[in-house]
């Protein structure tokens, strides 16, 4: 198999099918039981919306042009927000170098609302965990060095978790101590995706989102970032439910009858984990964070009920095939046809976003 792209993504765990709806869901009227009077939910398979082609015919080098939050005019859609987030503590925290060369620390998060194991991909080793760091009583230096809580970077020999010095890694200068207070940091809130990101996959562009997102966070200009990594398989309704869906398609429904007839909710997803992630990341206050995705809907989920996270950019991110002409990127008849219908159905008012890419 040629051409394979490298992720970043970790090994996939089988995930328990659930069909609870999620207190703090995208699209929570559309529950199996309400959907009487209600119009057909949208694609639960396809990602969030991607603008199409742009006449630019290169991966850039920068950060695509950030959109003002105030500017994406979010419809008045209800939201059942959670009132308390969800109690979060990162359990365990490595450096991981990549196959681009970059490093980058990645975190490990039990929670109090799920059994999952989810994620924080943390470029920049300036950025902290406060649950990671916090002293537990009784525990070793060796203790606080297995778990992660250590300063600067890990040497054969090494006896203390704290820092060793003032320079050298996992330190930053006073100039890039300052960029990083007045840049606010990107955020990728990512859902995992075994088929699009391990099993190479051309139904949707996961893999290749997870890829850019890393790509714009490590670039040399970066301030950092972090990619929240949630353990929602299949926009939260598990691997199993849906592979049944892409047979359904294959069968000849479209993507909304699909849907339909596997009565799942349109987007299972929820977001006040990687709310609460990102406020123990010190994400929390003025400062805000700039958010990397198509999606506007996502803005206000990610901000937490009280937000307690500011979004000051939306960053879109274009997919590759669109920048290149098809030249790389994805291509293939069921993206396509899930990107129209997505277009069509969940996002009207993105027509006339589609050209700001
Ligand atoms: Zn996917």
């Given at each position: 198999m040629p051409d394979l792209p490298s992720h970043i993504s970790p090994v996939y765990a089988p995930n328990i099918l659930s069909s609870r709806i999620p207190e703090y869901s995208l699209n929570p009227s559309s529950s199996p039981h309400s959907r009487a009077g209600s119009p057909p939910p949208p694609n639960l398979i396809s990602p969030a919306f991607t603008p199409p082609l742009t006449p630019e015919s290169h991966t850039p080098a920068v950060e695509p042009e950030p959109l003002p939050v105030s500017a994406d005019a979010i419809a008045p859609r209800p939201q059942k927000l959670l009132r308390t987030l969800p109690h979060v503590e990162c359990i365990v925290r490595a450096r991981i170098p990549t196959v681009t060369g970059a490093e980058m620390f990645l975190h490990v998060y039990q929670n109090n609302v799920d059994n999952k194991e989810h994620l924080a991909i943390v470029f920049?080793?300036?950025?902290?965990s406060k649950s990671m760091f916090a002293v537990r009583p009784g525990e070793t230096e060796r203790d606080r060095m297995t778990r992660g809580a250590y300063e600067g970077r890990l040497h054969p020999g090494r006896v203390t978790s704290r820092a060793e010095s003032t320079s050298g890694p996992g330190t930053l200068s006073q100039a890039d101590r300052q960029l990083f207070e007045e840049v606010p940091p990107l955020v990728r809130i990512h859902s995992e995706c075994y088929t699009g990101e391990t099993a190479w996959s051309a139904r949707c562009d996961c893999g290749e989102q997870l890829d850019e997102a890393a790509r714009l966070m490590s670039l040399p200009s970066s301030t950092g970032g972090v990619i929240v990594y949630l353990r929602q398989e299949g926009r939260g309704i598990g691997l199993g439910e849906k592979l049944k869906a892409y047979n359904l398609q294959d069968l000849g429904s479209d993507t909304v009858e699909a849907n339909l007839l596997l009565r799942h909710p349109a987007d299972a997803r929820s977001y006040g984990l990687a709310t609460a992630i990102l406020l123990d990341l010190g994400f929390g206050g003025g400062r805000g964070i700039r958010l990397l995705t198509n999606n506007p809907d996502k803005v206000r989920a990610v901000e937490g009920p009280h937000q307690e996270i500011v979004v000051k950019q939306r960053v879109p991110m274009v997919p590759l095939a669109w920048k290149t002409g098809g030249k790389k990127g994805i291509n293939s008849e069921e993206i396509e046809g899930y990107l129209k219908a997505k277009v069509r159905s969940h996002h009207p008012q993105a027509r006339d976003r589609r050209m700001q890419g």
């Open positions: 920049g080793s300036h950025i902290r």
